[in-house]
């Protein structure tokens, strides 16, 4: 789980960057609309991000992939401005982490953008995983040891036909032979 939060840290950064690159190379960098549309295309790429927020460089917010507003949890846990402060963080959120990833447009000159991701979409893709190896190991244990059943049948049944026919001599049966095919 460790390197899944390593992973989550990094596409965090790297959805900051991009979003951040595209505000940046656009002529009207403060155009609503624009980064309105650049928020929901990333958010069609990570259906797991749980916010952006685009904010000037006086820290107004422009706009929010979040449909009720930019929600207050993430308000109250601002930080420190970027820039100079930039980079990922995590920030818990009740129960959930938040792994977030703040970068600047244009040096700061434009605003900076915050990126998050719950740590349950990491919790999630663990279990999947998780369960997929127990049932691929149950899979496994059930071939195994139907395999086993069947090479020690394979394996003891000479030996089963022989002591067969030594009973039968025992009991008086001399005619008896031992059918083995080897």
């Not at 998780?130 to 071939?143: D, F, K, Q, R």
């Not at 086993?148 to 030996?159: C, E, F, G, S, V």
Request: net charge negative; hydrophobic share 40%.
């Amino acid at each position: 789980s460790r390197i899944l939060s390593q992973l989550l840290e990094q596409q965090a950064l790297e959805t900051a960057e991009m979003l951040a690159n595209s505000i940046g190379e656009s002529e009207a960098g403060a155009d609503a609309p624009r980064i309105s549309q650049n928020l929901e295309r990333v958010r069609e790429i990570y259906p797991d991000m749980l916010y952006a927020v685009v904010t000037l460089g006086d820290g107004t917010a422009v706009s929010s992939t979040s449909s009720e507003g930019i929600p207050s949890e993430i308000i109250s846990h601002a930080g420190p401005a970027c820039p100079p402060d930039c980079g990922t963080r995590i920030v818990q959120s009740g129960k959930d982490k938040i792994y977030e990833a703040r970068v600047a447009v244009l040096g700061g000159a434009a605003g900076s953008i915050r990126v998050g991701f719950l740590d349950r979409s990491v919790s999630q893709r663990t279990n999947t995983f998780t369960l997929t190896v127990v049932w691929g190991l149950l899979l496994c244990i059930t071939l195994g040891a139907l395999l086993a059943l069947l090479l020690t049948y394979i394996l003891t049944n000479p030996m089963r036909q022989l002591v067969d026919s030594a009973n039968r001599i025992r009991e008086g049966e001399f005619e008896t032979r031992a059918e083995i095919h080897s």
